[in-house]
C-alpha cells in the first residue's frame, strides 16, 4: 500500500515533463496534496518504455509508484488512471500493476473557439480531456481567428453575429433565423469565440497548449456549407447571393477557392496540423446558380472535394470531412 503523504517528489524524464506537471497539478486539485519535481530520488516516477504509441505501465508498490509509457500520451493516460485509484478517505493506493492502451484509436470532441475571457477555462476543458483519455480535438476556425489577408472577414462576422443575436425579428436570437421559414439555416454557430474573434496569436496559445497536452489538434476550415464567414463579406462567391445570409458559396466559382485557399493558409500557419476537417455537413443550398444549375448536386460535391483535396494533399495534409453526404438518405428519420 503506498501513502500520498501531504508532500510528494515526482521525477520524470525530459520528453514527459508535461506528464510530470499534470501528476502534480491533479494531486493539488483532487486530494489536496502537494507535490514537487525534482532529479534523481523520488516517490512517483516517470519513465520511457518500449511500448506502442498511448501504452502504459502503472506499477504501485509500498515504497512508491512507477509510470512507464512509449509517449507522452501514455504517460499522461498513466497518471489520468493513477488519480483514479486512490482512496479517497484514506489517500492510500493499493499495490497493483495495471498495463492499458487504448480501445479506441480516434477519441475527442469538436469545439468552437472560446471567448477571450473563457480561454483559461477553455484550457481546462482540454485538460479534461485529456484526463479521460480522449486524444483529438478538431476545433472549428471560422470567423472567429483573425485572418490578416482578409480583416473584411472578421469585421463581417462581428456584423453578423450581433445582428442574428439582437436584431433579427423574435425572441430565441439566432436560432430565430434557423427556425424561420424565409431563413431557415442550420447552426449558424454566432456563440462562436464569444460572437468576436482571437487574435492569432492566442489562437496559436490555444493549440499549442493542447499539442503539449498530447492532443491532436485538427482545424475544422468549413467549405461549401456554413461559409457565411466567407460569403457574407464576397457575395460574389455566394450560390444565392441575394440570400440575406448565404451560406453556401458557388463550387463551380474559382474565386470561391482563391478565397478559401488564402484563409485556409493562414489557418494552416497557426496550426500546423497533419488533417484538416473541411466541414461539408448540412448543406441546404447547391445547384443553384446559374454557373450550376447544368449539374447534379454530386457533380458539384465531387468537384468541389477535389478542388479541396489537390489544395490538402499537396501540402502533405490529410483531409476529413462530416459523413452525412456520403449516407444512402432515405427518410427523415433514417
Known amino acids: 500500500m503506498f501513502k500520498l503523504e501531504r508532500t510528494l517528489k515526482v521525477s520524470c524524464e525530459a520528453s514527459f515533463q508535461r506528464a510530470g506537471e499534470k501528476l502534480c497539478e491533479f494531486l493539488k486539485l483532487f486530494y489536496g496534496v502537494d507535490a514537487e519535481m525534482v532529479d534523481g530520488k523520488s516517490d512517483i516516477t516517470i519513465k520511457k518504455c518500449q511500448c506502442e504509441s498511448e501504452h502504459y505501465n502503472l506499477l504501485v508498490q509500498d515504497d512508491g509508484i512507477e509510470i512507464a509509457a512509449g509517449d507522452l500520451k501514455g504517460a499522461i493516460y498513466g497518471v489520468s488512471t493513477l488519480m483514479q485509484i486512490v482512496d479517497n478517505k484514506t489517500l492510500e493506493v493499493e499495490n497493483t500493476e495495471i498495463c492499458d492502451k487504448p480501445y479506441k484509436e480516434k477519441r475527442g470532441m469538436h469545439m468552437y473557439l472560446p471567448a477571450r475571457e473563457n480561454i483559461e477555462t477553455y484550457k481546462k476543458i482540454l485538460d479534461a480531456m485529456v484526463f479521460f483519455k480522449m486524444n483529438t480535438v478538431i476545433i472549428e476556425v471560422g470567423g472567429a481567428m483573425e485572418y490578416e489577408r482578409h480583416p473584411e472577414i472578421n469585421e463581417k462576422w462581428e456584423w453578423f453575429c450581433e445582428f442574428a443575436d439582437f436584431k433579427f425579428p423574435g425572441l430565441n436570437r439566432s436560432r430565430s433565423i434557423q427556425w424561420s421559414d424565409t431563413y431557415w439555416k442550420d447552426s449558424i454557430h454566432t456563440e462562436h469565440a464569444g460572437a468576436s474573434y482571437l487574435t492569432k496569436k492566442e489562437v496559436r496559445g490555444i493549440v499549442e497548449y493542447a499539442k503539449g497536452i498530447g492532443l491532436n489538434v485538427i482545424p475544422e476550415i468549413q467549405g461549401l456549407s456554413h461559409s457565411y464567414y466567407l460569403t457574407l463579406s464576397h457575395r460574389e462567391i455566394a450560390e444565392l447571393q441575394d440570400d440575406m445570409f448565404p451560406d453556401s458559396y458557388c463550387p463551380l466559382n474559382d474565386k470561391s477557392y482563391e478565397l478559401y485557399f488564402e484563409v485556409a493558409e493562414e489557418v494552416l500557419e ?38 479541396l483535396h489537390e489544395f490538402y494533399s499537396a501540402r502533405g495534409i490529410r483531409m476529413m470531412m462530416w459523413g452525412e453526404l456520403l449516407l444512402h438518405y432515405e427518410t427523415y428519420k433514417g
Open 270 to 307: 497557426v496550426f500546423e496540423p497533419s488533417i484538416v476537417s473541411v466541414g461539408h455537413d448540412e448543406i441546404r443550398v447547391l445547384g443553384e446558380c446559374p454557373k450550376c444549375r447544368e449539374k447534379t448536386t454530386h457533380e458539384l460535391l465531387a468537384i468541389e472535394l477535389n478542388r
